[in-house]
């Protein structure tokens, strides 16, 4: 079950001046090329939420967790992080423990006095404690898609539930989790739920995990805090991982061992964990180089290993790189003044900086030069203090720190010298760069909190200041520099025994130098660095959510389409396709020069000749008119007897794809135009297998695609398509070798050879026919088995097709490689294989089938499913996993296996595309008309909604609100999706640029 977030700097508020306009200017994708004004900001919205007691018995639960018999290292187990860290910098360690995690949230000044007391379980466990039950908690995933209420979120990585009355009871999660106007959470909270279950590591697993890296700090422990995930659950997705278990083979076959995570979490736990390694790695790289130099000492080695952040890391490293020149504190070190600064701190009653006076040596000739060098060395150690940079950030932290933005001078000027040559004529590139500088007008005087300012504001200030067009800076309060220097001298930095008032004036003067010259840039640097990985890891959450729901849009099956590519010049080109997406024809019709009456009949033909009663329009060049067309023909009944309707559907990507190696190998002798056309209507009838065709940052989703780290983008979305090819599963008989390469534990090679294989033996009988396969070792098929079907079905038709070949001999097969000499493979037909059950669990579906009187055969049946049912209801899940010596998650796994039809598709619980016979204008469009459409995309301030007019209307967040909402959608920051319906009222019309603006009724079901 959900833990509500911390409740401190929760609200995300628009400066008065800010508004919807800098979301469109920079995100919409239906008219980025538009410039124009903002609209009218809406007024900043409080939190929905309910603030919770985060002490209320902090050292309970704590003590339940230690009694728990697996638990690894009892005796450190109170010390576990907490799921929800509330202050990430705890006292003794290292100040930027969370620097790699952006989305952290800073506590208010209660709650810092209040966790600085206690140790970092405290509170959560509190509020913990009356989570735990009799019965098995499900813990709720986030949602990060929609299903029907009778398919809970967590049958997602169980391929969904085709039967509600096997599920073990979810708790909801509680209506304070609801935040729109915060920063969608990035990673999974687990609670203690499923205790019961644990699967932990021994401890001769556990303890190399601390001590590989060779840091001062334990892998585990950071992992846990940096991904706000429980210690247990962290050490078994590092050991997981380092198995080469892909995340959808870990999300759907070891739910126990992660806590019944989802696939975004355990994802975002092994990017944290990827970057601990890395920055180990660059550590130790950093240590070799410093030795060789022969620079390093003992003192220096620690600060490097103790390092949490590259951001640190670079902090004490940057002084030694080679290259740039000394620092202050180091030629004055290397004139030998390091000693009378550590006089002046531990003996500055027998410090005399006379001595080291020496008349003609620059730096040391005068007393004043003496005392400078000192104050530069203290300089030094102070900002690389840990104790002291966690007190300054503390301070930040409790003070009101903003983030300023202002246009440029060389803006400015650009600006001046556009308003005195108006009367001239300009070049198309310097009317861009004008209406570059003028896209960022909101934030020519822009000034937000650094706790509040939204992700995508983050990336425009981002953009501007890239562009020379704003200069950025942090504005730090000067209470905050009086404080420190009063503590510095009052405390940390005292001498230990009397000191003369000349002396006293080195350390304040060392401070305040510090201060301005060493920490404060390296505050400023830190805020910066960890809001652009805040706002790049929402934008990347997003493209994430975007593509997945893009990904699963249903099928439309069993009818003939026609995919239309619309065009002026060079035509609208036109593909036939059939139900099994074969292409039966293709052709160029010319709607929009004279003769359409002409064109009208070929289209009318080619309708009837193939019975042809779905039309698919890209939404591209001539789109609008293109569809014009076909709505005229069709309210003409031109033709009947086909009732025939057409959709509009994103036809980005298209283009690249249709001249692309795959599009040539798969279709070599249609003209690039053509292929368009028949990559269009095929995203309707399987839009998965045809969206993996193509890169995924080309299928137009998501906002701010060029602002963020590339690699990161593609990882991550690289990822969610296999998690969703995965998921789906794939036939293995008649997929593309393009749509096998996204199988969790296949790869291009493996999917060729398969190809191979199928080509040369003919159809695949059994899952254990993959172990034929070149390639496919023991773990890359315990890997793909799961995600693979053998549907009888289309065996069937395949075997009766006359060019099948013969199928693999039944003999051992000899198999090369890691030391096989022989592996026996049966060539009968296991109708296990056609569901989501794993090889590995055959033999306890076999059991379980025996305990409710069935058989194999009557999968998918209704006998067998009111036969499960029926026993389900009589014993519990937990009850029967025991019985057939299994864990409840697999048994759940086996019984919704057993349980779906035939050819059940998860894909069938979301919406398809919308098929229309009419057409709406924008000059149709009247404030106040409640409308329906489908949600086209979403960004990080709002959702653009497609209502049929040729424009994306916006729903601004602030819209957005909870009674609008199904309960299964109140977890999520945004809470819509694309693909989603959708019911809507006009709130505004500007047709000069544009522009729609929408307020959400509700969400059709």
Known sequence: MRKPRATTAKVSSYNENESLESD?????????????????????????????????????????????PKVPKEPKVPKDPKPRVRNPVSKGKNPTASALVGTKRKQSDETFEENKSKTETGGPEGDRGDESGPSIKMKEERVSFIVSEAHGTDEWAGEGSSQGGFQVKKEEAAEEDFTFDEPCPKKQKTSDTCQGLRATLPESKAQPLRNELNMNWDLTELLSILSCTEKWVCMNIIMLLREENTVPFIVRYRKEMINHMDADAVRDVQMVYEELCSLAKKTQSVIQTLKKDGVLTQELEQSLRSCRSADELDHVYSPYKKGSKLTKARRAKALGLEEAATALMNTPHSLDLRAWVKPGTEGLSSIEEVATGVEHILADMIAKDPETLTYIKTLCEKSFVTIQSSVSKSALKEKEQKQSSQGHSKTGVEQNKNKDIDKFHLYFDFTSNIQRIQPHQTLAINRGENLKVLTVKVNIPDRVKSDFTRWCINNRWKPKTFAREELHAIIRNAVEDSYKRLILPFLTRSYRTKLTSAAEKES??????????????????????????????????????????????????????????????????????????????????????????????????????????????????ASIYSVSPEAVKEMPDLDPNLRS?????????????????????????????????????????????????????????????????????????????????????????????????????????????????????????????????????????????????????????????????????????????????????????????????????????????????????TLKLIIDG????????????????????????????????????????????GAFVDIGVGRSGLIHKSNITLDKLPVSQRCRSLALGPGERVEVRVLSVDAQRGRIGLDLIRVLQ
């Not at 538009?34 to 003590?63: I, L, M, N, Q």
């Not at 070792?777 to 069937?796: D, E, H, M, V, W």
């Not at 057409?919 to 949600?935: E, K, N, P, W, Y």
Request: net charge positive; charged share 20%; glycine share 8%.
């Open 24 to 68: 469109l200017s920079f995100c919409q994708t239906a008219s980025s090329d538009e410039d124009a004004e903002e609209w009218r900001p809406p007024e900043p919205k409080a939190p929905s939420k309910t603030a919770r007691a985060p002490a209320a018995g902090p050292k309970k639960p704590a003590a339940k967790r230690t009694a728990k």
């Open 540 to 653: 990347i959450a997003m493209f994430v959510r975007n593509l997945r729901q893009r990904l699963l849009v249903c099928p439309v099956r069993g009818c003939v389409i026609m995919g239309v590519d619309p065009g002026f010049r060079h035509g609208c080109k036109l593909a036939v396709l059939s139900p099994t997406s074969q292409i039966l024809h293709t052709d160029v019709a010319y709607l929009h020069n004279s003769g359409q009456q002409r064109e009208a009949e070929k289209l009318r033909h080619l309708m009837i000749k193939f019975s042809c009663t779905k039309v698919v329009i890209g939404n591209g060049t001539a789109c609008r008119e293109t569809e014009s067309f076909f709505a005229d023909l069709i309210s003409r009944r031109y033709f009947h007897p086909l009732d025939v309707s057409y959709c509009i559907t994103n036809e980005a990507g």
């Open 677 to 889: 056309a028949v990559s269009i209507g095929r995203r309707v009838q399987d839009p998965l297998a045809e969206l993996v065709k193509i890169d995924p940052k080309h299928i137009g989703i998501g906002t701010y695609q060029h602002d963020v780290s590339a690699g990161a983008l593609k990882a991550a979305l690289d990822g969610v398509v296999q998690e969703c090819v995965s998921f789906v599963g794939v036939d293995i008989n008649i997929c593309s070798e393009t749509l096998m390469r996204h199988v969790a534990g296949l790869n291009a090679g493996r999917a060729r050879s398969i190809a191979e294989w199928r080509e040369k033996n003919g159809s695949f009988v059994n899952r254990e026919q993959l172990k034929l396969i070149k390639g496919m070792g023991p773990k890359s098929y315990q890997q793909c088995a799961g995600f693979i079907r053998i549907n009888p079905q289309t065996l069937n038709s395949v075997k009766s097709s006359p060019q099948s070949a013969p199928a693999a001999p039944e003999k051992p097969v000899a198999k090369k490689g890691k030391g096989k000499t022989g592996v026996s493979i049966p060539t009968s037909l296991n109708p296990l294989d056609q569901t989501c059950i794993h090889p590995e669990s055959y033999h306890v579906a076999q059991r379980f089938l025996s305990l409710v009187g069935g058989n194999v055969d009557q999968i998918g049946s209704t006998a067998l499913r009111s036969s499960v049912e029926n026993k389900v209801k009589m014993s519990c899940v937990e009850e029967l996993a025991k019985a057939v010596d299994t864990t409840p998650e």
């Open 898 to 941: 057993l349980s779906q039809p035939p050819g059940f598709d998860i894909r069938q619980n979301f919406g398809q595309a919308d098929f229309k016979r009419g057409i709406v204008s924008m000059s149709d469009l009247q404030v106040g008309a409640v409308l329906t459409g489908r949600v086209d995309n979403t960004a990080l301030f």
